[in-house]
């Protein structure tokens, strides 16, 4: 090789390295502390219950740890972390100088620290106190001076200020302030949402919910109000916008699995209970032919549909009736072969299922044969193998599992169904409606499981709106404002109609069915299956964000999760800079970007100019998938995937002109661009589309 060539390659290799040096890997996850001594779990803390929903719109993820486990994390744990957070309720915790001395290294490696509530280290339990400079060190280095004088006397405060956007999110403060300590604001960049005060003594001003690009605090008493008799909860400040300037997020992408090419997903997964129950609907049948008669046949709309394999198979529970009629939902072209479990658990959790709570329940499942023992590879992959080799047509082999009961499973549970190719959901439970008027009903988008995570359902059941199937048996007709609501302002959810087969043994609860089918029907949506949801979730969890400047990020490893948020529409990318990105569609929540299927790595590079794609056609919106896009001398070409029938809009064409469309199910038709440059296509099914200028 000559000198000449192994200079360019030198000087290529070192363009090569400059270039990745200044791509800043985007640490997405979010290590959340709790205190099991407080009675408190990895699913019952102040976090899960109410932050962690926000997060994960936010575009973040997060791993949940009890701080009682000592030694806590170390620095290679520790790297793929951009906070921590920490969900204490008490103000003692074993070891509290340690703890304090790890969070402060934690703060000198970069690492932003959000206390919810209090710091939870002022003392061990046998009442030794920790060491005071560590505290203020914790707070010193979130930007703000704590000088203690804490005291709960009402009394004896007052509000000095209130931020006026982000607190009285969904209520107001209370009338007289609840807790004050002297914690004041030291640094510029640091602000704070609440000041409260000692009446008639100057110089007192503190601040009681503290935020900065470091990370912030929120005391008790300014977070939440929660009811002393129901223990509902209502938010006092605004979890979005504390977490976004906390973390420092601002101007930072989302990915959002809720959303497909700006459409919001939408699907439907029943679980198979009640699929050969009785029904008051028409006593010779029973509730699944009801369900497949006035719902499946009649609403044009994607059912991923399970059976529990218990009950169908004749060497179990079953019969062979059971078996035709499951043969004949599976075959229906509408719904999609899924399973509940082979014998229905209602506890997967070996110490739930041993514990004096639930010894007199369902032990094992309700559909097991005489002296089964749990056998959780039996539960997952036996059910699934079951209805593929005996229910299910060849085509429609079962791949999608929806864990019964509790929706509890393990983290090993998880890793069977995963490691044997078995999409999984369930949990979660999300109502947010008149009643329950919160985001604090609304859960977040999967259970953190160590190497496994456990997607959760967009809404609850109508067992859950009918008080345990106790009535009144129209209840479910409510999930429509649940719906509503994790909608918009913020999509923070897909739709999802998650019921079980007895849905079809009442009238009433029938009725309220086809009305909730009905009002699904009448959005603009992404029709897709369950199956499809769970995979854009997986994407969205194992995707990569690295950041080159404020205008450019690079997205990897997101698999089915296709759609980013840009919050706020001051920016939209520049598609001819931009690299496997379709097409945008700005909307009141911010600028939906579409990345291109089948790809692994896509590059979003953002412009202030709103003209800049104008004559460079691009994907608007679309209610299935595109893939193939191609631009042409004279419009675009792609393929598009949908259910049943779709639409789409492609912008970037010329104002007002005549175009041709071309696609497999029909003649050309001539349309005609409004005056944006933007072309409305209707009602197509899956084929290629073709898009020319006359």
Known sequence: MSLVNRLIIAFLIVILTLSCAYAEPVKRKVLVLYNGAEDRTAVGNSFIEG???????????????????????SDKVMEEYRAVFTSFSEDSMDNPN????WLIWQQKKGKKVIIAGTLGAFSDFDDVLAEPLLIKKVFSNLGFSYQGNATNADYRLKYDYIDPQNMNFERKLPL????????????????????????????????????????GFALNGYMRWQD????????????????????????????TPTTLNGKRVAFAHIDGDGFVGYTEVDQNKVCGEIVMERIFERYDFPNSASVIAGEINPDVKGSLDNVELAKTLFEMENVETSSHSYTHPYAWNAKTRESKEYAEDFVVGQYEVSGYEFDAHYEIVGSCDYISENLAPVEKPCRVLFWSGMCEPTEEQVGIAENAGILNMNGGDTVFDARRNSYFGVSPLYRALGKYNQIYTGQANENILTNLWSGPYFGFRNIV????????PRRIMPIDIYYHFYSGEKFSSLKALEDVYEWVLTQDTARVYASAYIKMVNGCLAARVEKISSERFVFS?????????????????????????LGYDIQPEGVFVHLRPGTQRAEIVLTSDNKVNDRFPYLKNGSGWVSDFERTAKGVRFDFECFSKGKFEVAGLIPNRKYKFLRKDGSPQELITDGEGVLSVQDVVSGPMEIDLI
């Open 481 to 488: 404002d649940t719906m509503k609501r994790t909608g918009s």
């Open 51 to 73: 932050f962690a929903a926000p997060l994960n719109y936010l575009g973040f993820l997060y791993e949940v740890r009890d701080v009682a486990q000592r030694p806590l994390p």
């Open 557 to 581: 490893n997101y698999a089915d999760c296709l759609s980013v948020r840009l919050d706020g529409m001051d920016k939209v990318p520049n598609l001819k800079e931009c690299k496997n990105v």
């Open 176 to 215: 007289f302030p609840e807790k004050y300590i002297q914690i004041v604001p030291k640094a510029e960049d640091v602000t704070s949402w609440v000041n409260v005060e000692l009446k008639g003594k100057s110089s007192t001003t503190a601040a009681a919910v503290g935020l900065g690009p470091r990370g």
């Open 98 to 101: 340690e703890y304090l001395n």
């Open 228 to 255: 002393p008799v129901d223990f509902k909860k209502q938010w006092y400040l605004n979890p979005f916008e504390f977490l976004r300037v906390n973390l420092d997020l601002k101007g930072m992408p989302a990915l």
